[in-house]
C-alpha cells in the first residue's frame, strides 16, 4: 500500500482520512461494473477515486461531457417514450441543462458545440427505436443480480426490444475509439468477452428468466456516439461462464486492495489523478498501435494486457504486429510477463 497511500497523501490526504478510507471500502458488499473497470484498468486509480474517494476540483473534460450527454439523452429518450416532441429547439434547450448541471458550461465552454453534437447522435439513434419497445431507461439492475459469486450493482443506459425481436441492451460512449468487444481478459483469466457488454447481457438473461423481459435473442452493445453507430455482441452460450472467470477473480482482489499500483494505460490522458501519479507517461494524442504496445512494454505492464490495450486502438494494427513478429505474439498468448 505504500505507493498508493503515498499517491493519496501527495493529493492531499492526510493519514487518518486515508485509514477511515479503506476502513470504510473493507465493508463494502457489492460492486458496480465501473468499479471493475477501474480496478481492471489501474488499481491505483481505483484505489484514488473509489477506495479514498478523492474529489478533484474540476473533474477532467471527459468526465464532465460524459455525464452532460449521458443527461440530455436520458431526458430526450423519456420525452420519445412519453409521446412528446423532441425537435432541435427541445434537444438544443435539453442540451444547455444537461451542460450547465454538469459543470461543462462552467468549467469546459468550448466543449458545447461537441456535446451537442454528440447529443444530436443520440437523438437520431433514439428516433429510430419505437417508444412502445424500450424496456429500461437508466433503470437498475435486478435487486440481488450477481454473476457467479460477485454481486453487481449499476445501471442500464437503455434497453429495448428490436425489429428482429432480439433484446437490446445499450450503453451511450462518448469515447473516440469504441472498446475491445472481445479483448483478452487483462486479469489473465483467459480471453473474455468485454466485461461491461457482458454484465449488461447476463442482466438480460435475468431479467428473461424472470418473465419481466420478453424471450428473444440478446445483444449488448455500446452506442458509438461519434461514430453515429451501434457496435456490439450477440450473448453466446459460453460468455457467461467467460465472464464469470473474469469477473471472480479480479472481484478478490479489487475487494482486497492489496498494493494497488499505478498501470499505465490509454485513459490516463483522461485521469484526474495523473498530477499525483508516480508513473503517468503521457502517449501521443493521435495513437498508433506499434506506439502503444511499446510504451506499455517499457513501462513493464505485461503482455497480455498489452494486448487488450492494443486491440483497443486498432485490431488490424494489433494482428499486423502479431503476424511479423512472432516473439510478440508468443508473448501475449503464453502470457509471459517480461
Ligand atoms: S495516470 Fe494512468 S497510471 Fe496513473 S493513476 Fe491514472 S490511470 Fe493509473
Known amino acids: 500500500m505504500k505507493t498508493a497511500r503515498a499517491t493519496a497523501r501527495r493529493l492531499g490526504h492526510d493519514a487518518s482520512s486515508i485509514a477511515e478510507a479503506e476502513a470504510r471500502w473493507a465493508t463494502k458488499g457489492s460492486a458496480s461494473i465501473s468499479e471493475l473497470g477501474d480496478w481492471d484498468n489501474c488499481p491505483l486509480k481505483h484505489y484514488l477515486a473509489r477506495v479514498v474517494r478523492h474529489q478533484p476540483e474540476v473533474p477532467s473534460h471527459y468526465l464532465v461531457l460524459g455525464i452532460a450527454v449521458h443527461d440530455a439523452l436520458h431526458k430526450i429518450a423519456d420525452d420519445h417514450v412519453h409521446g412528446r416532441d423532441v425537435d432541435a429547439d427541445r434537444i438544443d434547450h435539453l442540451w444547455e441543462e444537461a451542460a450547465a448541471d454538469a459543470g461543462l458550461l462552467e468549467h469546459y465552454p468550448d466543449l458545447l458545440g461537441e456535446g451537442r453534437a454528440l447529443t444530436q447522435a443520440g437523438a437520431d439513434l433514439l428516433a429510430d427505436i419505437t417508444p412502445d419497445n424500450i424496456l429500461a431507461l437508466e433503470d437498475w439492475l435486478p435487486r440481488g443480480f450477481a454473476v457467479g459469486q460477485v454481486p453487481i450493482v449499476g445501471r442500464l443506459d437503455l434497453a429495448y426490444l428490436a425489429d428482429d425481436g432480439a433484446v437490446v441492451v445499450l450503453d451511450w460512449k462518448t469515447s473516440k475509439r469504441p472498446p475491445a468487444l472481445r479483448p483478452g481478459s487483462r486479469s489473465g483469466a483467459g480471453p473474455g468477452i468485454n466485461p461491461q457488454l457482458g454484465v449488461y447481457a447476463c442482466a438480460a438473461q435475468q431479467l428473461q428468466a424472470d418473465g419481466i423481459w420478453p424471450d428473444g435473442p440478446i445483444r449488448a452493445v455500446f452506442g458509438m456516439l461519434r461514430q453515429e453507430r451501434v457496435i456490439g455482441l450477440d450473448l453466446q452460450d459460453e460468455d457467461p461462464a467467460r465472464l464469470r472467470a473474469w469477473i471472480e477473480p479480479l472481484y478478490g482482489a479489487m475487494r482486497s486492495c492489496r498494493d494497488p ?50 486491440l483497443t486502438v486498432n485490431e488490424e494494427g494489433l494482428a499486423a504486429i502479431l503476424a511479423t513478429e512472432p516473439s510478440v505474439r508468443d508473448a501475449i498468448y503464453n502470457g509471459a510477463r517480461r
Open 261 to 310: 499500483q499505478p498501470t499505465p494505460n490509454r485513459l490516463c490522458d483522461w485521469c484526474d489523478f495523473q498530477v499525483a501519479c508516480p508513473a503517468f507517461v503521457p502517449l501521443e494524442p493521435d495513437l498508433d498501435v506499434r506506439h502503444v504496445v511499446e510504451q506499455l512494454e517499457l513501462a513493464g505492464v505485461p503482455w497480455p494486457r498489452i494486448a487488450a490495450e492494443a
